[in-house]
């Protein structure tokens, strides 16, 4: 098996069928939802919160909610008296499962929920998963995270309508130097690994550090891109504003970090600063921009026609095109 990250791959062009960039279409389908792009911030403390969540419901993006400090109920409650759609997440102890009976008991139903634990290959996740499928039948359930098809096969097996892929390979996780695990370092070939067993959406975790990667995602069979430290550090950003020599940045830390635990233990993420980068609906006009470049060098119009091209391997041992179609 070929390993590889995003650094090591390009893609090929192919004939270009569009005038103009802006005919591409970079939406892409979720559930019963289409969404304006194949990107979702990542649900954690530093990236997102309420306002943004709304905010990107609003405006034809997918979200998910963390899962920290925060009443599940209430917020998809919330939502819904807005007329938007309700994504969140669960771990999987027993409050989650309370969370689970309360909504039922309410009658609230989520439209996405996401099972989302470090080590997501484990009989927890398949116990929540069951009991979300017996007890909210109408909620798209969303797995993980995981790094091997054995992995995918028995989360879909299990009842999961979409899994997550990637062990450590963020900007703030420290899986792979805390306990030599991980995707860190191959994520694009795990998504591609993963990718060939699944029967069901795809959604890598972790890795993105440029809007080309999204493509490169894309090509290897994910579905959505989760996406951590390119969202940080915006003005909205719910992270702490910091100033370092006149320059302001905005505190970005991973959900297993003693940061966001409370406490020094089973640490797996740390603690970065990220410059301010701006507005994040600047940032996402920007990305949908370059999607439809990507798509435009694919020679399609659409986002899935990025599958169809060729790429190079660069560097080392694997140097050289490979022609897989």
């Known amino acids: 098996m070929e390993i590889f990250d ?24 979720l559930g019963s939802r289409k969404f304006r792009l194949p990107v979702v911030p990542a649900n954690m403390k530093t990236v997102v919160d309420e306002s943004i969540c709304e905010w990107l419901a609003q405006n034809g993006y997918f979200y998910v909610m963390h899962r920290f400090d925060l009443d599940n109920v209430k917020f998809t409650q919330a939502m819904h008296a807005k007329g938007l759609f309700a994504s969140i ?20 139903t989520p439209e996405y929920i996401t099972i989302d634990i470090a080590h997501g290959h484990a009989d927890s996740v398949r116990d929540m998963i069951i009991y979300l499928k017996k007890h909210l039948p109408g909620s798209f359930v969303i797995a993980g995270n995981v790094a091997t098809p054995e992995a995918v096969i028995d989360l879909e097996n299990w009842g999961a309508d979409a899994t997550k892929v990637g062990v450590g390979p963020g900007k703030v996780c420290i899986t792979k130097l805390k306990t030599g695990f991980g995707t860190g370092g191959w994520q694009l ?4 690994w993963c990718a060939r067993v699944a029967t069901k959406p795809i959604i890598a975790d972790g890795g993105i550090r440029s809007h080309g990667d999204i493509a490169k995602s894309i090509r290897f069979g994910a579905s959505m891109v989760m996406i951590g430290s390119l969202f940080a550090g915006h003005e909205e950003s719910p992270g702490q504003t910091v100033e370092v020599d006149g320059a ?37 006009v920007e990305m ?16 899935m026609d ?9 560097g080392g041992d694997n140097a050289g095109e490979h022609l897989l179609m």
Request: hydrophobic fraction near 30%.
């Open 89 to 108: 997440s669960l771990g999987v102890k027993q409050p989650d499962y309370a969370t689970v009976d309360q909504l039922v008991k309410l009658g609230v």
């Open 189 to 192: 070939s795990a998504v591609k």
């Open 6 to 29: 995003y650094d090591n791959i390009l893609l090929l062009p192919r004939k270009c069928r569009v005038e103009s960039r802006s005919e591409c279409d970079a939406g892409v389908e």
């Open 306 to 314: 990025i599958r169809k091209v060729n790429y190079v391997t660069l």
């Open 288 to 303: 949908e921009q370059d999607v439809q470049s990507s798509i435009s060098y694919a020679g399609g119009k659409k986002l």
């Open 248 to 284: 302001l940045y905005k505190e970005y830390y991973g959900s297993a970090s003693d940061f966001n635990k409370g406490e020094y233990k089973h640490v797996e993420g740390k603690r970065i600063l990220e410059p301010i980068k701006g507005k994040l609906a600047d940032t996402l």
